[in-house]
C-alpha cells in the first residue's frame, strides 16, 4: 500500500505548522543525529527517498553533491521542493520508489529522513535501495524506533493521578506490520519492525551495518523544548548507516 | 567488578532447580535461538565465556571441535563442570575473561549464553575477544534484552486490578549501567546496554554484525511453558552473531 498521507489537506497544513515551528523533535533530535552519519558528498550522486519539501536535497547540492534526486509521493511536498529549491543538478520527482527507475549499481549515497515506517514492503525497499547503490554506496536512514511503534495507536505513557509520566508501554512487539495512528488527522498509516527485521533486512541485502544511533538531545535542545527529557527513558527515533559490500 | 553470584550458595541451589526443569526459558527459547547462530565447530578453536557446568562445551566437543575452554568465575559451576565432562581436548578454568591469558588471533570460535548482562565493561569485553579471535572468527553471544534490562529492578508487567497483564512498562532506557534485581536472592547485579551501545561497540572494536534474533517462542515451546508467551510482547533475550573482519 502507498500511503499519501501529505496530500491529505488538512494533514499537510497541520504538518507544515509543526514544521515552520524551529523547535521540534525533526529539528532538535532527528536530524542532527542523522546528520552525524552522513558521508562526504562531495562529488557523490545522491537520492532521497521522502525528500519532503527538498531541504535536505538541496543542503547535498550545497555540500557540492555531484547530482541529487528527490522523490516523494505526496504532490504537496514535490510542489513545494520544485518551488524552494532551483539548482541544475537537483531533481524533484513526484513518485514512489518502488515505481521509479533506477539504473542498478549507480548511487553513491541513498538517504531517507523518518519516511521508511510509512512503507509496507520493507523486503522489497531494501532489496531495491542494495540494487541502487554501487559498490561501497551508502544508506543513511531513520525511521520511528522499534520501541515506539510496537504498541502505537494506543496512548502509551502511562501516568498517574496526578498526570505525571509513570512509564512507557511497549505490548505486541513481535507482531509486524500495519499500525493505526490519529496524529495530526486520523487514520494515519505506519508498519512496526522489530530491531532484528531491520538489521537483517539490510545484512541479508548485502548492506553491512556501519553504525545505528538511538537519539538523545543536547542540553541546548532540552532547553528549547523541555518535553525532549523523555527521550532519556525511551527513544522515539532509529538512525542506521549501512554500507553495500 | 567482577560479580560471582553462581558462588552464592542459596542463589546456586536455586539456579540449579531451575535449570533442572527442562521447560524453562533457556531451554525452550534461548538455546534453540543460540543453536541457530552456531558456525560449524569441526576442528575449531572454541572459548565459551561463562560456560557454567560446561554443557555447551562438551557439546562443540561432540561436534569434533579441536579444542574447547570454558571459563566461568564460580567454583562452583567449573567444580560440577570438571565432574560432568571430561574430554582430553576439553579444559576447564575457574577465571573471569578479563584475566584471562589468550594469544591474539588464536580462536575461532568464542560463545557465550547469557553471561555479558553481568559483565561492567562491556567496550573492553568486546575488545579482548576482537584481538583474541582470527580472522573470519565468529562470536555468537545472547544476552538479556535491552528492553528488558532498561527499567530492571522494578516489577515491570503492569497488571489491572483482576490481574490481567496489560502491557511491559520501560524506562530510564538511555541511563546505562547497573540494575539490581531480586532474582532467586536479593541483590544480583546487572549491567543495562542499550541496543546501539551493544550493536556500536562490536563494530567498533572489528566485529561485523552477520544477524540478530530476538527470540519468539515455537507452538511447542508454548503448550510446554504457556508464560512464553509474553515473549510476543516484549523480547527477553538479544542474540547476536559477529564476524571478526
Same mark, same amino acid.
Given at each position: 500500500?502507498?500511503?499519501?498521507?501529505?496530500? $491529505?489537506?488538512?494533514?499537510?497544513? +497541520?504538518?507544515?505548522?509543526? =514544521?515552520? =515551528? @524551529?523547535?521540534?523533535?525533526?529539528n532538535?533530535?532527528?536530524?542532527? $543525529?542523522?546528520?552525524?552519519?552522513?558521508?562526504?558528498l562531495?562529488?557523490k550522486?545522491?537520492?532521497?527517498i521522502?525528500c519532503g519539501?527538498?531541504?535536505?536535497?538541496?543542503?547535498?547540492?550545497?555540500?557540492?553533491?555531484?547530482?541529487?534526486?528527490?522523490?516523494d509521493?505526496?504532490?504537496?511536498?514535490?510542489?513545494?521542493?520544485?518551488?524552494?529549491h532551483?539548482?541544475?543538478?537537483l531533481y524533484f520527482?513526484?513518485v514512489a520508489?518502488?515505481?521509479m +527507475? &533506477? %539504473?542498478?549499481?549507480?548511487?553513491d549515497?541513498?538517504?531517507?529522513?523518518?519516511?521508511f515506517?510509512?512503507?509496507?514492503?520493507?523486503?522489497?525497499?531494501?532489496?531495491?535501495? %542494495?540494487?541502487?547503490?554501487?559498490?561501497?554506496?551508502?544508506?543513511?536512514? %531513520?525511521? @520511528?524506533?522499534?520501541? @515506539?511503534?510496537?504498541?502505537?495507536?494506543k496512548?502509551?505513557?502511562?501516568?498517574?493521578? @496526578?498526570?505525571?509520566?509513570?512509564?512507557?508501554? &511497549?505490548?505486541?512487539?513481535?507482531?509486524?506490520?500495519?499500525?493505526?495512528?490519529?496524529?495530526?488527522?486520523?487514520? &494515519?498509516?505506519?508498519?512496526?519492525?522489530?530491531?532484528?527485521t531491520?538489521?537483517?533486512?539490510?545484512?541479508?541485502?548485502?548492506?553491512?551495518?556501519?553504525?545505528?544511533?538511538e537519539p538523545i538531545?543536547? +542540553?541546548?535542545?532540552l532547553?528549547?523544548?523541555?518535553?525532549?527529557?523523555?527521550?532519556? =527513558?525511551?527513544? %522515539?527515533?532509529?538512525i542506521? =548507516?549501512?554500507k553495500?559490500?
Amino acid at each position: 500500500m502507498k500511503q499519501n498521507i501529505y496530500d $491529505n489537506d488538512t494533514f499537510f497544513s +497541520k504538518y507544515q505548522e509543526i =514544521r515552520a =515551528r @524551529e523547535n521540534n523533535y525533526n529539528n532538535l533530535l532527528e536530524q542532527p $543525529n542523522f546528520f552525524r552519519l552522513l558521508p562526504t558528498l562531495k562529488n557523490k550522486i545522491v537520492l532521497d527517498i521522502g525528500c519532503g519539501i527538498g531541504d535536505f536535497a538541496a543542503y547535498c547540492i550545497s555540500q557540492d553533491a555531484k547530482s541529487v534526486t528527490g522523490i516523494d509521493i505526496s504532490s504537496n511536498m514535490i510542489a513545494n521542493a520544485k518551488k524552494l529549491h532551483i539548482h541544475e543538478d537537483l531533481y524533484f520527482e513526484q513518485v514512489a520508489f518502488e515505481d521509479m +527507475k &533506477v %539504473s542498478n549499481g549507480t548511487i553513491d549515497f541513498i538517504s531517507s529522513s523518518l519516511a521508511f515506517h510509512y512503507i509496507a514492503d520493507f523486503q522489497l525497499l531494501i532489496k531495491e535501495i %542494495s540494487t541502487a547503490l554501487c559498490e561501497g554506496g551508502i544508506l543513511v536512514f %531513520s525511521l @520511528e524506533h522499534p520501541i @515506539e511503534t510496537a504498541n502505537m495507536g494506543k496512548e502509551n505513557w502511562i501516568t498517574n493521578e @496526578e498526570g505525571n509520566l509513570l512509564h512507557f508501554a &511497549v505490548d505486541n512487539y513481535q507482531n509486524e506490520g500495519l499500525r493505526t495512528l490519529n496524529w495530526l488527522v486520523d487514520n &494515519v498509516i505506519m508498519y512496526h519492525r522489530t530491531m532484528s527485521t531491520i538489521i537483517n533486512t539490510l545484512i541479508e541485502n548485502g548492506l553491512q551495518i556501519e553504525k545505528i544511533i538511538e537519539p538523545i538531545p543536547t +542540553k541546548e535542545a532540552l532547553c528549547d523544548l523541555p518535553s525532549l527529557s523523555k527521550e532519556f =527513558r525511551r527513544p %522515539s527515533f532509529l538512525i542506521i =548507516r549501512a554500507k553495500k559490500i
